[in-house]
């Protein structure tokens, strides 16, 4: 199997898990999926780069979390 292949599989697996754990209703199962594939492929990009890619993908969704936080507390 080629890498490529591989890194499909890999994302789209790994999506459809955090999408399964981020459930509360249909839409935003979706969300966290389109979430997840953004996520897995950050890791993919930050491991090629030799950048840090657990930590990069952390942070990624920490500023996630913190922005939809602020927005909340804002807006709602």
């Not at 890999?10 to 979430?35: K, T």
Request: with cysteine; glycine share 4%.
């Amino acid at each position: 199997m080629k890498d490529e292949n591989k890194n499909c599989l890999f994302i789209i697996c790994s999506s459809l898990l955090f999408a399964l754990m981020h459930g509360y209703n249909w839409l935003y199962r979706v969300n966290a999926f389109l979430g997840g594939v953004t996520l897995n492929y950050s890791y993919l990009y930050f491991k090629k780069a030799k950048f840090y890619p657990y930590l990069s993908v952390v942070l990624i969704h920490l500023l996630y979390n913190l922005c939809v936080f602020i927005i909340k507390k804002h807006f709602a």
